[in-house]
C-alpha cells in the first residue's frame, strides 16, 4: 500500500509539473505583447534562479575546477532553449512548438539506442515533423521561421540533457540546475534589459514574470526531481512524452489556439514516437528535466 501512495505521488508530480509548465508558457505569450520574448526569457529567467538558489542552496557544495565547464554550457543550453522556444510561440501555436521542441530529448533518446526496432520510432517521429512542417505556399500555413527556431530549441534541449547529465555526476541535480539557471539568466537577462528597458520594471510585469518563472521553472524542476527519486525512469519517460498534448491543450484552453485535425495527428505521432523509444533501457530519464 505504501509503494502504491509513493507512486501515486511521483504520478502526480509528472502531471502537475507539465501543466504547470505549460500553464507558465501561456501566460508568457500573453507578456509577450508588453515585454516581447527576449524581456519575457530575461524575466523568467532571472526569478527562477533566484527561487532556486533560495530551494537548493548551492553555496554550500558549490563545483570546482573543470567541473563548471559543463555547468556552463548547460546552463548556455538552458537559456538557448528558452529564447528560442519563446521566439517560436510568438509566431507558432503553443502545441506544435512543444511537438517540434520535443523532437530534442527524442533524438537523445533514439540515439541513444543500439535497437533496430527504434527506426520505427524514428519513422513516426519523421512524420509528425513532416505533418507540422508548413506549407509556404499557402497563406494559412505555419510559420516557417516559428517551425525552424522551435527545432532550434529541440537541439538545445537535448545539449541541456547530455550536459546535465554530465554535470549531475559531479554534482547533485537540484544545485545543478540553479547553477544552470543562473548562468543563463546572467547571459540573457542583459538582452532583455537592452531590447525592452524601463518596460520590465511595472509592477504588472514583474509579478507576471515571477509567476512565470515559478510556473515554468522553480516548480516543475522540483516536482521532477521528486518524481524521479520515487519512480522508473522508464515510467518517467512515458509520463514525459504527454507533454506536446498538454502544451496544445493549455493552448486550447488559456490561449483559444486552435489546430486542424491534421496536426492533432502530427502531435500524435510524436507522442507514439516518445512513448515507443521509452521503452528502451537508457538514461533519457533526464529528458524532462
Given at each position: 500500500m505504501q509503494i502504491n501512495r509513493v507512486m501515486l505521488t511521483a504520478i502526480g508530480s509528472v502531471?502537475?509539473?507539465?501543466?504547470?509548465?505549460?500553464?507558465?508558457a501561456s501566460l508568457a505569450k500573453q507578456l509577450f505583447p508588453l515585454v516581447g520574448?527576449?524581456?519575457?526569457?530575461?524575466?523568467r529567467l532571472g526569478f527562477a534562479a533566484a527561487v532556486l538558489w533560495l530551494v537548493f542552496r548551492p553555496w554550500r557544495a558549490m563545483p570546482k575546477g573543470r567541473e563548471w565547464q559543463s555547468i556552463i554550457i548547460y546552463g548556455l543550453c538552458l537559456g538557448g532553449m528558452n529564447i528560442l522556444f519563446y521566439l517560436a510561440i510568438e509566431r507558432i501555436p503553443l502545441g506544435i512548438a512543444v511537438a517540434l521542441e520535443f523532437t530534442g530529448p527524442l533524438a537523445v533518446a533514439l540515439f541513444g539506442s543500439k535497437r533496430k526496432s527504434d527506426l520505427f520510432w524514428v519513422a513516426f517521429a519523421i512524420a509528425g515533423i513532416v505533418l507540422l512542417l508548413p506549407d509556404v505556399t499557402s497563406a494559412q500555413g505555419l510559420d516557417i521561421t516559428g517551425v525552424l527556431l522551435a527545432l532550434?530549441?529541440?537541439a538545445c534541449w537535448a545539449g541541456y540533457i547530455l550536459f546535465g547529465t554530465r554535470s549531475g555526476k559531479q554534482v547533485s541535480g537540484g544545485i545543478t540546475v540553479a547553477l544552470g539557471m543562473t548562468v543563463a539568466a546572467i547571459v540573457l537577462m542583459p538582452v532583455?534589459?537592452?531590447s525592452q528597458g524601463l518596460a520590465l520594471i511595472s509592477w504588472e510585469v514583474l509579478s507576471m514574470g515571477l509567476l512565470v518563472g515559478i510556473l515554468s521553472s522553480a516548480l516543475p524542476y522540483s516536482l521532477e526531481m521528486i518524481a524521479l527519486r520515487n519512480m522508473p525512469t522508464q515510467a518517467f519517460s512515458v509520463l514525459m512524452s504527454l507533454e506536446p498534448a498538454i502544451g496544445a491543450l493549455a493552448g486550447f484552453v488559456l490561449l483559444s489556439e486552435q489546430l486542424t485535425?491534421?496536426?492533432?495527428?502530427a502531435i500524435a505521432l510524436v507522442i507514439v514516437a516518445s512513448i515507443g523509444s521509452s521503452f528502451t533501457p537508457k538514461k533519457a530519464a533526464e529528458m524532462g528535466v
Open positions: 502531471l502537475f509539473a507539465m501543466v504547470a509548465i505549460q500553464s507558465g520574448p527576449e524581456g519575457t526569457t530575461a524575466l532550434a530549441a529541440g532583455g534589459v537592452v485535425l491534421l496536426q492533432w495527428i
